[in-house]
């Protein structure tokens, strides 16, 4: 069924519009996330369904009545939180994706992670009340910038913010531009109640690698943040620390206060290579902030590598192969 053969069988019910709630995949189909389902889940209060003379079937060890293609239950009515459409209620999107996760099937993994960035993209403090009805209070958001780039250090932040924190506007670090980030950056270190900064340099990236010096900064930001941390929500990665986390894929999109990490470590960064460009202008470092755009390849080639140039990098490497293998020619 389509979004408007759903619509066309709500229709035809003998139940009032009122009195149940669409869940599931006709929820997503008639909120344009998917485009057809095979059947149309209700559920209705225990008085509504007590009362309909319909016959019953077990599934997953739960009693549903059934008509034709409707599977109708009473189980979590008072708890869903909906969206009305057309009339009609319908379970809302971040609804449909506790569900969705909590059955956890294998057909739904892809759209359990488009419902879990829709539902952020919308709601980026999402993770974070989950995390405070739970009672936990101090949640700290850990991101790092820095692992592309030729020059310089990586560095990551970790930021916990006050419960009733909001800062309009703030997102990945990424999408700003930079005059927003330098004031986010300003706020941020305002109210938050702690922040912590962990700088690995690129010798230690060229000796252990840019994967393991980006977890090394965030155990660094971590261990440097001013306040006590309870649970850390992590952009994307895996560490063996003390502290329950939860990894989230894009969560600098997902969550504002790793989204808030994000500023911090990408403003702490970027003012580091603008001191840098003070002292070597011919790299532009000012502008690519290390990154291998082609002036800064053209002036590695013209003027060679600086100290902080890393050295396992490509470019660099080959730039310095080239110059060892000028000076066994020499020889």
């Given at each position: 069924?389509?979004?408007?053969?759903?619509?066309?069988?709500?229709?035809?019910?003998?139940?009032?519009?009122?009195?149940?709630?669409?869940?599931?995949?006709?929820?997503?189909?008639?909120?344009?996330?998917?485009?057809?389902?095979?059947?149309?889940?209700?559920?209705?209060?225990?008085?509504?369904?007590?009362?309909?003379?319909?016959?019953?079937?077990?599934?997953?060890?739960i009693k549903i009545k059934y008509k034709?293609?409707?599977?109708?239950?009473?189980?979590?009515?008072?708890?869903?939180?909906?969206?009305?459409?057309?009339?009609?209620?319908?379970?809302?999107?971040?609804?449909?994706?506790?569900?969705?996760?909590?059955?956890?099937?294998?057909?739904?993994?892809?759209?359990?992670?488009?419902?879990?960035?829709?539902?952020?993209?919308?709601?980026?403090y999402y993770f974070e009340r989950k995390?405070r009805e739970a009672n936990i209070n101090?949640?700290?958001?850990?991101?790092?910038?820095?692992?592309?780039?030729?020059?310089?250090?990586?560095?990551?932040?970790?930021?916990?913010?006050?419960?009733?924190?909001?800062?309009?506007?703030?997102?990945?670090?990424?999408?700003?531009?930079?005059?927003?980030?330098?004031?986010?950056?300003?706020?941020?270190?305002?109210?938050?109640?702690?922040?912590?900064?962990?700088?690995?340099?690129?010798?230690?990236?060229?000796?252990?690698?840019?994967?393991?010096?980006?977890?090394?900064?965030?155990?660094?930001?971590?261990?440097?943040?001013?306040?006590?941390?309870?649970?850390?929500?992590?952009?994307?990665?895996?560490?063996?620390?003390?502290?329950?986390?939860?990894?989230?894929?894009?969560?600098?999109?997902?969550?504002?206060?790793?989204?808030?990490?994000?500023?911090?470590?990408?403003?702490?960064?970027?003012?580091?290579?603008?001191?840098?460009?003070?002292?070597?202008?011919?790299?532009?470092?000012?502008?690519?902030?290390?990154?291998?755009?082609?002036?800064?390849?053209?002036?590695?080639?013209?003027?060679?590598?600086?100290?902080?140039?890393?050295?396992?990098?490509?470019?660099?490497?080959?730039?310095?192969?080239?110059?060892?293998?000028?000076?066994?020619?020499?020889?």
């Amino acid at each position: 069924m389509t979004k408007e053969e759903v619509f066309e069988k709500l229709n035809k019910l003998e139940i009032s519009k009122d009195k149940y709630i669409v869940i599931n995949d006709a929820s997503l189909v008639c909120q344009n996330i998917i485009e057809q389902t095979n059947n149309i889940d209700l559920v209705c209060s225990k008085e509504i369904y007590d009362n309909l003379n319909l016959p019953i079937k077990v599934e997953d060890n739960i009693k549903i009545k059934y008509k034709d293609i409707y599977n109708i239950n009473y189980d979590l009515y008072n708890e869903i939180k909906v969206t009305e459409i057309n009339g009609y209620k319908f379970m809302n999107l971040e609804a449909c994706y506790e569900l969705k996760k909590r059955l956890n099937k294998p057909k739904d993994r892809k759209l359990i992670k488009e419902l879990e960035l829709k539902v952020c993209l919308e709601d980026n403090y999402y993770f974070e009340r989950k995390l405070r009805e739970a009672n936990i209070n101090f949640i700290a958001g850990v991101d790092e910038v820095g692992r592309g780039p030729l020059v310089g250090p990586v560095v990551a932040a970790c930021v916990v913010l006050p419960e009733h924190f909001n800062l309009d506007g703030l997102t990945d670090s990424k999408k700003l531009s930079e005059k927003k980030r330098e004031y986010f950056y300003e706020e941020i270190m305002k109210q938050a109640l702690g922040v912590g900064v962990g700088i690995i340099s690129e010798k230690i990236i060229d000796q252990v690698n840019i994967y393991e010096a980006t977890k090394m900064a965030m155990k660094e930001a971590i261990n440097n943040c001013s306040c006590k941390i309870e649970h850390v929500l992590i952009d994307a990665m895996k560490l063996d620390i003390n502290i329950p986390i939860t990894s989230i894929i894009k969560g600098d999109l997902k969550s504002v206060t790793i989204s808030a990490a994000s500023v911090i470590a990408k403003v702490t960064r970027d003012r580091m290579l603008d001191e840098l460009d003070l002292k070597y202008p011919m790299y532009d470092f000012k502008n690519n902030k290390g990154y291998p755009t082609k002036k800064h390849l053209e002036a590695i080639k013209k003027y060679g590598i600086i100290d902080e140039h890393r050295r396992s990098y490509g470019p660099v490497s080959e730039y310095l192969e080239t110059v060892d293998s000028k000076k066994r020619e020499k020889c």
